[in-house]
Every structure is written in structure tokens, then in C-alpha cells.
């Protein structure tokens, strides 16, 4: 599945930075208090633990090309600082931002393994991917959390920006439907 040349990794590459720069600004702009608040239209959520959800995911792509092992994105380390504490969020982010803005295409055409877990009985498959299809997944499955966040965030009275949250495809068809 090794590809020399994928001509859009660098387009993958700046969605994922940009969503997570994203992720940062709402971080920033929202209460500490808020942050680690247990939700209650997201029973068990916490907005901390959706960011450490997402960063995972990216985390576990970056080290999928590194690591022989198969990325696993269903088995996370939980209670970590970032569920908690905004400074080793964002400190996090800006390190998976460095990682990928270092990415070359070479890099991004890598060929990688995943794990995924198909049901609760714990059986798994392993799939070949590239990383530039991983990190297109972990920023697309980031979307769908921040859109989770800005619910909960709403649960406590914050605005935040209409177009946090929402998938590209749906952004494009509301501007094109204006």
C-alpha cells in the first residue's frame, strides 16, 4: 500500500493543524472550572476527556510509523493530566502540530497497520493504512468531539462559534446553499 507520491498530504496535513489550532482557541477561551465540569447531556463527559479522546487518536497515528505494532486507537491511557488540566492540553496540541507540520510526503505515504475493535467481545482486525489516511481520519473524528465539547460547553452557558464542531462537508453545503 506504499504510495511515493500522495498529492494531498500536505492538505491533510494543514486540515489537521488548523482544527487543532481550532480545539486550541476554544481551550483558551473557556473557563478551567468549565473545562473539567461533568456534563450532563453527555452523560460521563467532561470536555477534558473529549480533548484527550481526539489528542489520542492523533498521538497514536504519529506513532504508527515509528512503532511496528499496529496503531490502536481503542486501547488510551485515561485520567491523564490533559483531561484536567488546559496547560497540558495545549501543550499537547502544540507538540502533535510540530509532529505533523514536520511530515514530509514521504513521511505521510508511510504504510502503517491499525487495530480496530468490531465488537464488545474484544474481537479485533488489523487493516493496512497509510498515515496521511490515519491523520484524515484522527481530524475528522476530532470534528465529531469538538462538536461534542461545544455542547457541553453550551450546557454551561458559553458561546462558541457556529462553525466549531461542524464538518467540512457541512460547512460547504451551507455556503452554498446561501
Same mark, same amino acid.
Given at each position: 500500500?506504499?504510495?511515493?507520491?500522495?498529492? +494531498?498530504? !500536505?492538505?491533510?496535513?494543514?486540515?489537521?493543524?488548523? &482544527?487543532?489550532?481550532?480545539?486550541?482557541?476554544? %481551550?483558551?477561551?473557556?473557563?478551567?472550572?468549565?473545562?473539567?465540569?461533568?456534563?450532563?447531556? %453527555? !452523560?460521563?463527559?467532561?470536555?477534558?476527556?473529549?480533548? !484527550?479522546?481526539?489528542? #489520542?487518536?492523533?498521538?497514536?497515528?504519529?506513532?504508527?510509523t515509528a512503532n511496528p505494532a499496529p496503531i490502536?486507537? #481503542?486501547?488510551?491511557?485515561?485520567?491523564?493530566?490533559?483531561?484536567?488540566?488546559?496547560?497540558?492540553?495545549?501543550?499537547?496540541? @502544540?507538540?502533535?502540530?510540530?509532529?505533523?507540520?514536520? &511530515?514530509?510526503?514521504?513521511?505521510?505515504?508511510?504504510?502503517?497497520?491499525? @487495530?480496530?475493535?468490531?465488537?464488545?467481545?474484544?474481537?479485533?482486525?488489523?487493516?493496512?493504512?497509510? &498515515?496521511? !489516511?490515519?491523520?484524515?481520519?484522527?481530524?475528522?473524528?476530532? %470534528?465529531?468531539? +469538538?462538536?461534542?465539547?461545544?455542547?457541553?460547553?453550551?450546557?454551561?452557558? &458559553?458561546?462558541?462559534?457556529?462553525?466549531?464542531?461542524?464538518?467540512?462537508?457541512?460547512?460547504?453545503?451551507?455556503?452554498?446553499?446561501?
Amino acid at each position: 500500500m506504499h504510495m511515493e507520491h500522495v498529492p +494531498n498530504a !500536505r492538505s491533510v496535513g494543514k486540515a489537521a493543524i488548523v &482544527l487543532l489550532e481550532q480545539c486550541a482557541g476554544f %481551550i483558551e477561551s473557556i473557563p478551567e472550572p468549565v473545562y473539567t465540569a461533568d456534563a450532563t447531556t %453527555i !452523560r460521563g463527559g467532561t470536555i477534558g476527556k473529549h480533548v !484527550r479522546h481526539a489528542l #489520542d487518536h492523533f498521538a497514536a497515528a504519529l506513532g504508527g510509523t515509528a512503532n511496528p505494532a499496529p496503531i490502536d486507537y #481503542d486501547h488510551r491511557a485515561r485520567n491523564v493530566p490533559m483531561e484536567t488540566e488546559r496547560a497540558s492540553a495545549l501543550a499537547t496540541i @502544540r507538540a502533535i502540530q510540530a509532529q505533523i507540520g514536520a &511530515l514530509d510526503e514521504a513521511a505521510m505515504a508511510s504504510p502503517v497497520r491499525i @487495530r480496530v475493535m468490531l465488537a464488545s467481545d474484544g474481537s479485533e482486525a488489523v487493516l493496512p493504512s497509510t &498515515l496521511v !489516511r490515519e491523520l484524515a481520519f484522527a481530524t475528522h473524528h476530532a %470534528i465529531h468531539h +469538538n462538536a461534542m465539547m461545544k455542547t457541553i460547553a453550551a450546557e454551561f452557558g &458559553l458561546e462558541v462559534g457556529d462553525q466549531f464542531g461542524k464538518a467540512p462537508s457541512t460547512l460547504n453545503f451551507e455556503a452554498s446553499n446561501r
